[in-house]
């Protein structure tokens, strides 16, 4: 019977781990163990303090819904998201070398977004500035790749995104666009706005608490796929949005920023008559091939 004191405890839990069948499982848990235990010690945690710790996990998760993943928001704003992230680019730096930069997925993806035809609008009678949005998904030498899919989620141009908006929401400002044969894509939406992170749960409270900046600068998702290639989880972000440079789930990377060009009231590209300003983008996306 061991002593369970604070020089052997450690040691103890993390034996504890060592029977786990997965290898992997416990990699995981003898380190969380390791690193929970440091943190303990590192700042002397008082039995309030740990109290309150649980508590704050329990509302995270009294909180979450499938369309109100808080979990993930406080994994963004620990800036786990993006080490996950940089740690996948690291892993596969060879593979991916030349492709698109990955960024944080965030708390809003839906799956099942609509198809969309080439060239139609995902956000029709969504608030916000008209943004026609072309370019080309690649591999990393450059050959076109048709028939890509862009799956694609904003905000509207409030900064609202459909999730937020009712408990029942319906999708909007979502959709599906495949590219052409030439690897082309082009569609219609807004241009999205910076926006606070959700702040009526706890990960709200956290921010308050210390002082942190709840914004994002404005960006549209995307998971760009096709077949033979590895998919990247990213955005586009509107230069000059303010919040730019202090993103408050640090997911912001230089080769995402786009200029969204402003156009006076007039007919666009592609025919349709703008009776307001109006925005273009163009954005080239290169994806990797996949290991055979
Ligand atoms: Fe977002």
Do not use: C
Not at 168 to 173: G, H, Q, V
């Amino acid at each position: 019977m061991s002593d369970y004191n604070q020089s052997v405890l450690t040691d103890e839990v993390i034996k504890a781990f060592g029977n786990a069948p997965s290898e992997r499982l416990q990699v995981l848990m003898q380190a969380l163990a390791k690193h929970v235990h440091a943190f303990a010690q590192e700042v002397d945690l008082t039995p309030e303090e740990w109290m309150q710790g649980l508590q704050f996990l329990t509302k995270t998760g009294q909180i979450s819904t499938e369309r109100r993943p808080e979990f993930i928001l406080l994994s963004d704003v620990m800036g786990l998201s993006m080490m996950v992230v940089s740690l996948a680019q690291a892993r596969n730096s060879k593979s991916v070398e030349g492709a698109t930069e990955a960024t944080v997925e965030g708390p809003f993806y839906w799956p099942g977004a609509p198809e969309v035809a080439l060239g139609g609008d995902i956000a029709e009678g969504v608030s916000g500035e008209p943004t026609y949005y072309t370019g080309s998904v690649t591999d990393v030498a450059g050959k076109p790749l048709a028939g890509a899919l862009l799956d694609l989620w904003s905000g509207d141009g409030e900064g609202s995104y459909d999730v937020q908006l009712s408990p029942d929401p319906s999708m909007r400002a979502r959709g599906k666009i495949r590219t052409d044969e030439n690897g082309r894509y082009r569609f219609w939406s807004i241009r999205p706005t910076y926006y606070p992170i959700p702040d009526d749960g706890p990960v709200g409270d956290l921010m308050r608490a210390t002082r942190r900046s709840i914004n994002r600068p404005g960006h549209i998702h995307m998971m760009v796929s096709a077949e033979g290639h590895v998919p990247v989880t990213t955005h586009l972000f509107v230069a000059n949005s303010p919040y730019l440079h202090e993103d408050a789930v640090f997911g912001k990377r230089d080769s995402l920023v786009v200029e969204f060009k402003e156009h006076p009231p007039g007919v666009a590209a592609d025919g349709r008559e703008l009776k307001t300003p109006y925005y273009t983008v163009d954005y080239d996306f290169r994806l990797a091939k996949a290991a055979e």
